[in-house]
């Protein structure tokens, strides 16, 4: 297999809800449809941002199909078929590769800590099983409890159909090995906004992003900057954006990116418990970033 180019900005994309708790999918279309027109070059669906522990395999199925239509082309989809089990993440992935989509996400498995030989036979087995959908590693330790060390990663790089890796465990030492030891193809994007700038500097390609459902294009422009030389607008792009990837943050994802989205007039503030709303202070907070960011 080719390189496989997702792009420069992958939006972690969140899952809108109504009132009650069901899935919104109207909602969602015009969403995806309004992010494929603002900078995103490709969409994370079902991910940590778009909630995927309290969905169920139908609804992110027919999410899947959702945003597809809404996009028509315009964007990429990456599906979030990972698991903790092996056997379900193959059984998810095979289901979406029936939909045409352009890869998938293989979280590292949480909660049962395979040893890094695990992880290695996990992540291979889902390519395996499932050769047609590319697949983009998703390292992060402060969800899972368990880091993919980059040794493995390299390994990985060589099973046919592992394309890429979100890097989120805010380690750029461990970022710059994983870019040593892997072929200049295999495509590493920061999972964290405020790192991506410096992830570009030891070789990463791009951002799977949650502010970009906000400022898709300045994220744009800041790579674009960085990757002609523009290094010092590129850095300022950045610093401007900081206090806005930095909010998103103040309390577990994807509560704040919603509140910020609700203050700009989508109606997507709820979430599913255990996730619960945010304070008044915090969403006060958010309110004074976005009017000093002044997201377009």
């Given at each position: 297999m080719g390189t496989t180019n997702f792009g420069?900005?992958?939006?972690?994309?969140?899952?809108?809800?109504?009132?009650?708790?069901?899935?919104?999918?109207?909602l969602t279309e015009k969403l995806a449809a309004h992010l494929a027109d603002n900078g995103t070059d490709a969409l994370v669906v079902c991910g940590t941002t778009g909630e995927s522990p309290t969905l169920s395999w139908d609804e992110e199925y027919t999410l899947f199909q959702v945003v597809r239509q809404a996009v028509g082309g315009k964007a990429k989809i990456i599906a979030g078929t990972g698991s903790n089990s092996t056997q379900e993440a193959i059984s998810a992935t095979q289901k979406?590769?029936?939909?045409?989509?352009?890869?998938?996400?293989q979280?590292?498995?949480?909660?049962?800590?395979?040893?890094?030989?695990?992880?290695?036979?996990?992540?291979?087995?889902?390519?395996?099983?499932?050769?047609?959908?590319?697949?983009?590693?998703?390292?992060?330790?402060?969800?899972?409890?368990?880091?993919?060390?980059?040794?493995t990663v390299a390994r990985l790089a060589d099973v046919p159909g592992i394309v890429a890796i979100k890097e989120a465990s805010g380690n750029l030492d461990h970022v710059s090995q994983i870019r040593r030891l892997t072929p200049p193809e295999f495509a590493i994007y920061s999972g964290d906004d405020g790192l991506t700038l410096p992830l570009l500097s030891v070789g990463g390609i791009?951002?799977?992003?949650?502010?970009?459902?906000?400022?898709?294009?300045?994220?744009?422009q800041m790579?674009?900057?960085?990757?002609?030389?523009?290094?010092?607008?590129?850095?300022?792009?950045?610093?401007?954006?900081?206090?806005?990837?930095?909010?998103?943050?103040?309390?577990?994802?994807?509560?704040?990116?919603?509140?910020?989205?609700?203050?700009?007039?989508w109606d997507v503030e709820y979430l599913?418990?255990?996730?619960?709303?945010?304070?008044?202070?915090?969403?006060?907070?958010?309110?004074?970033?976005?009017?000093?960011?002044?997201?377009?």
């Open positions: 420069q900005v992958l939006t972690a994309m969140i899952t809108p809800f109504t009132q009650a708790g069901a899935v919104n999918y109207a979406a590769s029936k939909l045409g989509l352009d890869g998938s996400l979280v590292v498995p949480y909660y049962n800590k395979p040893p890094q030989e695990g992880l290695y036979q996990h992540f291979k087995m889902v390519a395996e099983a499932v050769p047609e959908l590319p697949v983009m590693l998703y390292n992060v330790p402060g969800r899972t409890g368990q880091t993919l060390m980059p040794e791009g951002v799977v992003s949650v502010a970009s459902h906000l400022v898709g294009k300045q994220i744009q790579i674009r900057a960085f990757k002609q030389g523009q290094v010092a607008q590129a850095t300022s792009i950045h610093l401007q954006l900081l206090p806005l990837f930095k909010g998103l943050f103040l309390t577990t994802n994807p509560i704040p990116i919603k509140a910020a989205l609700a203050l700009q007039g599913r418990p255990p996730l619960c709303s945010p304070s008044a202070a915090l969403k006060q907070e958010l309110q004074a970033i976005l009017q000093a960011v002044n997201p377009q």
